[in-house]
């Protein structure tokens, strides 16, 4: 296959997010009607969401989703998985056939466990471990693709519209108190089911609408720090940049932010002091994770989700509240979909992050 | 005639749009249906919900009016005409529009104005009855920008940064008591004057009736005027005008 560079397919993407600050449980059917307005987004060669809070039963476990091209990858991986993790649960994902969703691999969910004493053995915390077995997985193991693997979250990805690859999942079978979705339209880069969005490592998945002008050199900063960039498209290196800043370097959502889309010289030139002293050292001590380029992404992770757009602000993100909800969207209809009246509806500036959580989160 | 848009797709609304012959229309439950009205000519169109992006694109005369917001590209290289927003709007509103007249009532997202010119007889003209994102009037050849900056917090600048950036023609209004803060050499900024202020009136005074807002009030407050630096253009960089 082609790699990211080596193709090109002109376009744009949508992306759709819905958050219940309560923690009410939002059935995947409202993310599905959501995403679906913006239909002409996309091309059908890709589509995906993810859930938070879909597996209140397995709370605790890791929950992988899995590809695999045949049945030798499967056993291949499952080898792997059972020399890593505790299984305790580990099944088909359950899905509806339709005929707009064709080459389907074979999709598989594990709920595990790291062994204990392979972990006590590795010296590692337990996220750090159970992030090196996927990116070990994803880089050496042939034909299988772990795409999801958090906590009480997963990830439904296809290649095809998204309300199709909602239909293929049966997404309304799912509750949740936050949701992302993507439609893809790739540019640049194959479409194919490992590349639709969202990507995720460990509980933080991102969906992107954009093209990052910064692929290669941000790839270069992230591969120094331990991971692989191999799937094929430009987002892939955001996941790794914001898990990198967030888990590694301890940094906060807004600092995140700053980093990523961080003002022009001439901007931080013009801000009263301290915060300019701070936001210059972010700027340089950071400056390979500059993403630049147009993107507007949305970052579900657990017990919360943040926007953010390029600072520039070439894509185009909506965000309103009605009560404890809170919609994202690329356009304005896709929301009113689902919510017709709003108390509140606003475009935030490039580079300026729009964070939620859950309210016992914030009382923490 | 009335058209009910609940579920309908964009290629639907548009036939229904053009095989009809009334010269005025409602569009209902309008939900991002794209390209409504593109190129339209002479007919009165009223819209509830949200239309989808390019609303209004090519216009060529007629009107439109949106009970709601707006989403991206709204009147995009309209030719003549005008659209009423009542709500918001996205990024991009006017963008590259040549003529007509564009009035938004609400905020405008970002590069509103963007390349809009003017031409022959014809003088496109965006009114902003909120505040503007960044980028505005971003390589204005031509028009007029007025920016109202109507509910926005005292002391505030009424736009976004890099105003009129690579503009060459045109004026962009700004009702405000600070100009914007990054202007570059080649634009000038100075107060309006009576004359100045007289040149939008009749703008202004179409948005007061459309929006039930007090053209005197507004017409008492400081304006600035943006334009472009005749001693240090960009005039050179492209074809003469």
């Known amino acids: 296959m082609l790699k990211e560079g080596q193709v090109r397919i002109p376009s744009g993407c949508a992306i759709s997010g819905v958050f219940a600050r309560d923690g009410q449980p939002i059935s995947g059917e409202v993310i599905r009607r959501s995403i679906a307005v913006m239909h002409e987004r996309s091309n059908g060669l890709g589509g995906g969401f993810a859930g938070y809070g879909i597996y209140p039963q397995y709370k605790n476990h890791y929950a992988l989703h899995v590809f695999y091209d045949d049945m030798t990858a499967r056993e291949e991986c499952e080898r792997f998985l059972d020399r890593h993790f505790d299984v305790i649960n580990l099944s088909k994902i359950p899905t509806r056939p339709t005929p707009k969703i064709k080459d389907a691999p074979l999709i598989w969910r594990y709920f595990v466990q790291p062994l204990p004493h392979k972990l006590a053995d590795s010296h590692l915390d337990e996220k750090e471990y159970v992030a090196r077995c996927v990116i070990r997985i994803n880089d050496q193991l042939k034909g299988c693709y772990v795409f999801s693997c958090g906590k009480n979250m997963g990830v439904f990805k296809a290649v095809g519209y998204p309300e199709d690859v909602a239909d293929f999942y049966r997404l309304e079978e799912y509750e949740g108190y936050s949701w992302t ?22 509980d933080l998945s991102v969906v992107h609408n954009g093209e990052i002008s910064s692929y290669d050199a941000n790839r270069r900063a992230v591969e120094m720090y331990g991971y692989r960039c191999n799937l094929l498209t430009d987002t892939e290196v955001i996941t790794y940049t914001l898990d990198y800043l967030l888990r590694h370097q301890g940094l906060t959502l807004e600092e995140v932010a700053q980093v990523v889309a961080a003002p022009f010289w001439s901007e931080l030139a013009a801000m009263p002091q301290p915060e300019q002293k701070q936001r210059r050292f972010l700027r340089q001590m950071y400056s390979d994770l500059l993403i630049t380029g147009p993107f ?39 929301i009113r979909a689902v919510e017709p009246e709003l108390d509140r509806i606003w475009a935030p500036n490039g580079g300026e992050p729009v964070i939620v959580r859950l309210k016992e989160e914030e009382r923490k | 005639m009335k058209i009910d848009a609940t579920g309908m797709e964009y290629e639907e609304l548009g036939r229904c749009l053009r095989s009809c012959t009334d010269s005025h229309v409602q569009i209902h439950n309008c939900c991002g249906q794209r390209y409504i009205a593109s190129g339209m000519q002479g007919r009165e169109l009223e819209i509830w919900g949200t239309p989808g992006n390019a609303l209004g694109a090519y216009l060529d005369g007629g009107s439109i009016r949106v009970h709601g917001n707006a989403q991206d590209a709204v009147g995009d290289t309209m030719n003549a005409g005008t659209i009423w927003v009542e709500g918001r709007a996205g990024d991009a509103a006017g963008y590259a529009m040549r003529g007509g007249t564009l009035m938004i009532r609400g905020d405008v997202g970002y590069r509103a104005g963007v390349h809009m010119k003017a031409f022959g007889d014809s003088c496109a003209s965006i009114v902003i009855g909120g505040t503007a994102g960044s980028f505005l009037g971003e390589y204005q ?4 920008i007025v920016v109202l900056g109507l509910g926005a917090p005292e002391g505030q600048p009424v ?39 007289e040149a939008i009136r009749p703008l202004l005074e179409q948005f007061c009736t459309a929006f039930d807002e007090d053209l005197d009030s507004l017409l008492n407050s400081p304006f600035w005027v943006l334009e472009p630096n005749p001693e240090n253009q960009y005039k050179a960089l492209y074809a003469p005008m």
């Not at chain 1, 089911?193 to 490592?201: I, K, R, S, T």
């Not at chain 1, 600072?311 to 009605?322: H, P």
Request: aromatic share 10%.
């Open chain 1, 181 to 202: 979705a993507h439609g893809r339209y790739p540019t640049n880069t194959p479409g194919w089911w490992g590349g639709a969005h969202p990507f995720a490592l460990l």
């Open chain 1, 296 to 334: 507007s992404i949305l970052v579900g992770f657990e017990g919360g989700m943040m926007a953010l757009n390029d600072r520039l602000k070439l894509r185009s993100l909506v965000v309103a509240e009605r009560g404890d909800r809170v919609y994202f969207a690329s356009e304005e209809a896709a």
């Open chain 2, 141 to 144: 050849a031509g028009g007029v």
């Open chain 2, 159 to 197: 736009v976004g940064g890099f105003c009129g950036r690579g503009m060459y023609g045109g004026r962009i209004y700004l009702r405000s008591t600070i100009p914007p803060r990054d202007l570059t050499e080649k634009i000038l900024c100075r107060r309006a004057q009576q004359a100045d202020k």
